[in-house]
Structure formats: structure tokens, C-alpha cells
């Protein structure tokens, strides 16, 4: 798998809602991201968007994977390449909906402990409520780690 920084990250506009359902929001952050594709056999398979946030932390934005290559290590790949870009000792976030088990699970795997909780997130800055089966995401869980080498 090669790993790419994207230039034109608004022409993987598919991967972006999977993670982030609301185009007006992933234009808030796409700007100031780095954002990187898993390639392939020249197929692009997932990406990562990852920006500077405030006290010098990193915060990962949107990671998704193809629906056909979800379950086979391309998201934990993201992470590591978005951990071996930072420098050691920095902070690097991750937010997902309380509803997002998986989400959360997978995180922590990849490092993330608890950090804290935003409650309302997705009910304040979303316009349409947005479901994880029959649960409604309102609050938003952020997860954080240290980057040791």
C-alpha cells in the first residue's frame, strides 16, 4: 500500500461523507488539513484528514475507508502514517459520535484513551440528525494520545 499527500482532496468527496456526512462541515476543516490516500494498485482505498489545532495538538478530522476495504488494517495504517508525520511528544485528537462503538474501539487499539466529551455536537452544528442505526449521535467523544517513539 503506498500512501499519498492529496492535492485535490475535494475529488475524494465519496470517502469524505462516509466519515462526515455534511459537505458544509468537512469544508471547514479540509482547507487547513494534511490530508493523505491509501493507494492501491493506483486505486485510492481510504484517507485521513489531519490539521493543527490549538496548544500545537494535531486532530484527526475524517478517516475513512472503503466500504470493500474496511476490516483489513487500512484505517490503523492511516493512524500510524498520521503518528510517524508528527513529531514526538505531540498531541494528536480524535473525535467520534458516543453512538460510534466501533469507532471508539478501534481507536483505542490504535492508542486514543478518553480525553473528554462534547455534548450536543452533532445535534448543534449538524442540520439533519445523523443515526447510527436506531441510536441518534448528539454528543461527540474525544479521544487523545501522545506520540512516543
Known amino acids: 500500500m503506498e500512501f499519498i499527500v492529496c492535492q485535490e482532496p475535494k475529488r475524494h468527496l465519496d470517502l469524505l461523507l462516509l466519515a462526515d456526512p455534511y459537505e458544509p462541515m468537512i469544508d471547514r476543516y479540509?482547507?487547513?488539513?494534511i490530508v493523505l490516500t491509501a493507494e492501491e494498485k493506483g486505486k485510492t482505498v481510504g484517507l485521513v484528514a489531519?490539521?493543527?489545532?490549538?496548544?500545537?495538538?494535531?486532530?484527526i478530522k475524517n478517516l475513512a475507508v472503503d466500504e470493500a476495504w474496511q476490516g483489513k488494517g487500512v484505517g490503523r495504517a492511516l493512524v500510524q502514517q498520521v503518528k510517524d508525520r508528527l513529531p514526538e511528544g505531540a498531541e494528536?485528537?480524535?473525535?467520534?459520535?458516543?453512538?460510534?462503538?466501533g469507532n471508539l474501539i478501534f481507536y483505542e487499539k490504535c492508542g486514543f484513551v478518553y480525553d473528554?466529551?462534547?455534548?450536543?455536537?452533532?445535534t448543534d452544528y449538524y442540520?439533519?440528525?445523523?443515526?447510527?442505526?436506531?441510536?441518534?449521535?448528539?454528543?461527540?467523544?474525544?479521544?487523545?494520545?501522545?506520540?512516543?517513539?
Open 30 to 33: 479540509l482547507s487547513k488539513s
Open 50 to 59: 489531519y490539521c493543527p489545532v490549538e496548544n500545537g495538538a494535531w486532530e
Open 92 to 101: 494528536l485528537l480524535v473525535g467520534t459520535a458516543q453512538t460510534s462503538s
Open 116 to 122: 473528554h466529551t462534547i455534548p450536543g455536537f452533532f
Open 127 to 149: 442540520p439533519e440528525p445523523i443515526w447510527e442505526g436506531e441510536e441518534q449521535c448528539v454528543d461527540m467523544v474525544v479521544l487523545r494520545q501522545t506520540i512516543v517513539r
